[in-house]
């Protein structure tokens, strides 16, 4: 198809710059390194623009007939007081209030129910009362743990949270974390418990990167993993949008703008450099620096003209696999649930629930409840709960959905939202009768709602080939999830490093022409009206 921009784009002049810097999307990923710009250089113009009419991405949350419901993530981790992530957030100057998540999560199987508390003791003592017999694994298990956190807290410079290779560089310096070095977290718990109903308690937080145990390493998974178990599990005080609101509230302070409503379609470039964006309006943008918070592969192969990068990025690219997606559906009930913790998992074995979604398997026989009004009560909708079901579900699963006959997709929703409002109701037997407003999300919707290929909850799947944050294309640079997989304080910290990064490209005397050239305009136009008002002035 001809595209009249993208075949002027090479021998277009390049327009003056109406902003310094772009940001496609306002994923936390896009915040943080626009707040992160802004704050570093209070001088620039930065624009994100958002497709939504709302920031946030998986971080946001919405509202429908009163009730409250998060769009995507549903607790921050290293968010305690003296943590890396929440020094970052509270260093830009984001005021929030942060409720602990107590218990992190209750996990329901049919002969036992575990509390993950966010102390060591009490989790310890926890796993000790449900498996007895494997007291003196447990003890020993947590000991490493005690021992790999406190060499992990001993690493962390500059209050950023250390990247996947960085962290290697670490391992190689610290004697626990060596010992685990190339061990898998499987491995690690294999090795370390010989009761297979306990590893699978212990497997549940690779639910947490969607990725089966095998696949994480046991050094990042006991950092990680083990973290809100030390340092607590947070919530932001009016849900997770609140946070986004915090994020953006700042930016705008700072200078920074943000347009609602506006889909990046192409990203402009000149000469291997770019130079602007184009959106489905047909509106074109200069900036001097353009930052991508969307998709990766939408990134690379659609919005910039690929033949642009060399075909060994391509390759790279094309070879991330996306993480998995999933099913959701936000119930308003009409009336409040009481005894009940905010996060809840039912009959969760997490290594069978992933490997199934990654080989297109989509057959629950699990549920994860979140309740947000059991950590802020301010959330009930006039004294009234909203519940949110989760699980995983391969995007490709059924021809798509059966998204093709519109009827079809509708039932096939409906038939398995039943599916999980059934499951659920093992622990909050009535459930059923007190809907009075039911949304279901398939991968299909996460998709539309994030721009995020095959409607991933986590972007690309973490490992393999390693996504740096600026692509072969100058001027262009990658945040969020595109960088170190997802999650909220990754994808933070890389939206953060971009920021750094080009605040430091920031020219001093484009700073000096910027507080000058407004100066110099003024005494010249300042010469001109005198003489306009004078005119014998001109000889
Ligand atoms: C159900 C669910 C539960 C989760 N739970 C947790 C959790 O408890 N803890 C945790 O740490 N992580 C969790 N995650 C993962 C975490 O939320 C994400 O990894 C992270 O928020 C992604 O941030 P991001 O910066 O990559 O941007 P995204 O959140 O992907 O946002 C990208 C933004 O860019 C916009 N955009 C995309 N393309 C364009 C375009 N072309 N033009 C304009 N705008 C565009 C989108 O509308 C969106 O707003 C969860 C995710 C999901 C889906």
Sequence with gaps: MNDPVREKQDTMSESPAKYDVIIIGSGVGGLSAGLTLQTLRPELNTLILEQHNAPGGYISGFRRKGYYFDSGAEGLVFAGENQNFRKAIDGLGVKLEYLSIDPIEVLHYEDKSIALYPDPDRYQQELIRNFPDSEEEIVKFFEIIIALQKEYDSSIKDGLEPSFRELIKIVFRRPTMRKLALKSYKKFLEDSFSDPELIKVLAIYSLWYGIPPEDIKAVSAAVSFFSPIFNGHYYPKGGMFAFAQGLTETFVKRGGEI?????????????????????????????????????????????????????????????????????????????????????????????????????????????????????????????????????????????????????????????????????????????????????????????????????????????????????????????????????????????????????????????????????????????????????????
């Design 259 to 539: 347009q609602y409503k506006k889909r990046v379609t192409q990203i402009l470039t000149k000469r291997r450099k770019a130079i602007g964006v184009g959106l489905k309006d047909g509106t074109v943008i200069h900036g001097k620096w353009i930052i991508s918070n969307a998709d990766l592969k939408r990134t690379v192969f659609e919005y910039v003209n690929m033949k642009k990068f060399p075909n060994s990025y391509l390759g790279k690219v094309l070879k991330k696999d996306q993480s998995v997606s999933g099913f959701a559906v936000f119930l308003g009930l009409d009336k409040e649930l009481k005894g009940y913790p905010s996060h809840m998992a039912y009959n969760v074995d997490a290594e069978k629930l992933i490997k199934n979604t990654l080989n297109g398997i989509f057959d629950p026989k699990e549920v994860l409840i979140r309740i947000p009004s059991k950590i802020d009560s301010d959330l009930l909708n006039e004294g009234k709960s909203s519940v949110i079901l989760l699980s995983f579900a391969p995007y490709n699963w059924a021809h798509k959905w059966n998204k093709n006959d519109p009827e079809k997709y509708k039932r096939t929703k409906e038939n398995y939202a039943d599916m999980l409002i059934k499951l659920a109701e093992n622990l909050i037997p009535d459930l059923s009768e007190h809907i009075t407003l039911k949304l279901v999300s398939t991968p299909l919707t996460f998709e539309r709602f994030s721009l995020n290929t095959q409607g991933a909850w986590y972007g690309p799947k973490m490992g393999g080939l390693n996504i740096k944050i600026q692509p072969p294309i100058r001027k262009l640079f990658l945040a969020g999830a595109n960088i170190d997989g997802g999650g909220v304080a990754p994808c933070f910290f890389s939206g953060m490093n971009v920021g750094k990064h080009i605040s430091k490209r920031f020219k001093p005397w484009q700073r000096t022409a910027r507080i000058m050239f407004p100066l110099i305009s003024y005494f010249t136009n300042r010469s001109k009206m005198k003489v306009l008002l004078n005119p014998s002035r001109i000889k």
